[in-house]
């Protein structure tokens, strides 16, 4: 999304550094933020930090192992051809279905979620169903079309993001009571590992980012490090926030019913000020993510086309982007934290934590004992998110709040 202001960032290693680090933190405070305080709710407090933590840390390492094993000499590289390199045929196509699902996952998942939030804080009720086409069409016509207005504006989202953000913690903390951070219910904390590794998913922007930093590997550490730190501390904050201010009663209804924090702060608060806030945040949180993997879900279906059909229809690769999430999102508008949950415990939990623990593990066999065991751990969270969410879509494993 900030591809454009990296390439005016030469004066300075500091200039260079800055675009970076956004774009990282831009692609972690996405969706994931609206929907982590509902899924780390339920096991309370104490298990949600310890969740974020570790789940963070990890995201870090497997990013800093893709970042480490970039060729410096592409100027052109995905993750596709990354796998690839490091796994051979079956890395690659293991990144493309992963790839996939992760995509056409967060699509619908942005559609569920705003239709969600609009139809829950508008004074007037309005159609689901109908704020989902019509936030459709603006959306993905700006991702097809608006090329230059995504350039020119992409710079000034994420400074509005935090600024909407500060003002939804300053407003909801009115409410915040310590008391309420004390429940902790462990049996609770593998429904919100998919949700926490979601909201600290930025590994697609990785080639991106490393081109905004002249593919530079200290500084694209950095970038990576920085960039995080930020997610990390708002994904926080945001979190310590909301379970200190909604009875955990409210926690589960939301849960229930499928709805971002914004939503229960906003009825609980009673402010005007919080709910427009809130959706703005909200508008400007998911259209931000939306417009990034958009475009990236666009342009990889495309490369698909081109590769495998060689046609190069922009318009077929639209439809074939786009239609099948809104059908979707139509057909299903209320599973905007069941499409949370198999983005971040299918796809990116294979993609972002099984594989590059594996290739981790490869790298330092003969070099690092420590470093290979980091690559088992992160291989074991991996396995272990994907089975739980696999045996839970298929009805093997009930884990249900009161």
């Not at 293991?94 to 992760?102: G, H, K, R, T, Y």
């Not at 005007?272 to 939306?290: D, E, H, K, Q, R």
Request: proline share 5%.
């Amino acid at each position: 999304m900030l591809q454009t202001c990296c390439s005016r960032c030469n004066k300075s290693p500091f200039l260079k550094l800055l675009p970076a680090s956004f774009l990282v933190a831009g692609n972690v405070l996405g969706v994931g933020l609206l929907a982590l305080p509902i899924k780390l709710g339920l096991s309370g407090y104490f298990p949600s930090v310890i969740d974020i933590f570790v789940i963070c840390v990890a995201m870090v390492i497997s990013a800093l192992v893709i970042a480490e094993r970039l060729p410096r000499d592409k100027k052109v590289f995905d993750l596709p051809s990354f796998f690839q390199q490091e796994m051979g045929s079956f890395g690659r196509w293991v990144a493309i279905i992963c790839n996939l699902i992760i995509l056409y996952g967060i699509i619908i998942a942005y559609l569920c979620g705003i239709s969600k939030i609009v139809c829950a804080l508008l004074p007037f009720p309005v159609s689901q169903h109908l704020v989902i086409v019509i936030y459709f069409l603006l959306a993905t016509s700006l991702v097809v079309f608006g090329h230059k207005v995504l350039s020119k504006s992409s710079t000034l989202i994420l400074p509005a993001i935090i600024i909407c953000f500060i003002a939804l913690i300053i407003i909801g903390s009115k409410h915040f009571d310590l008391g309420l951070l004390r429940f902790s219910n462990w049996k609770f904390v593998p429904l919100g590992l998919p949700v926490v590794i979601s909201a600290f998913h930025f590994h697609n922007v990785i080639p991106t980012v490393s081109t905004c930093v002249n593919h530079d590997r200290k500084s694209l550490f950095k970038a990576i490090i920085y960039g995080v730190a930020i997610g990390f501390v708002m994904n926080l904050a945001w979190t310590t926030v909301v379970l200190g201010s909604l009875p955990h009663a409210n926690i589960v209804q939301a849960f229930i019913q499928g709805i971002p924090a914004t939503v229960p702060m906003s009825l609980l608060l009673h402010s005007n000020w919080f709910t427009s806030i809130g959706m703005v945040f909200a508008l400007l949180a998911i259209t931000a993510s939306y417009m990034a993997n958009g475009s990236g879900l666009f342009g990889f279906i495309r490369d698909l086309l081109y590769t495998y059909a060689k046609n190069e229809s922009r318009f077929l690769s639209g439809i074939l982007a786009f239609l099948p999430a809104l059908v979707f999102a139509l057909i299903y508008p209320n599973i905007f934290l069941s499409a949370l949950d198999i983005v971040g415990g299918i796809g990116e939990a294979m993609l972002f934590a099984v594989l590059p623990g594996l290739i981790l593990v490869r790298m330092m066999r003969h070099k690092s004992k420590f470093l290979v065991g980091v690559g088992y751990v992160i291989f074991a969270i991996g396995v272990f998110v994907m089975i739980f969410v696999g045996l839970e879509k298929l009805g093997l494993v009930h884990i249900v709040p009161n």
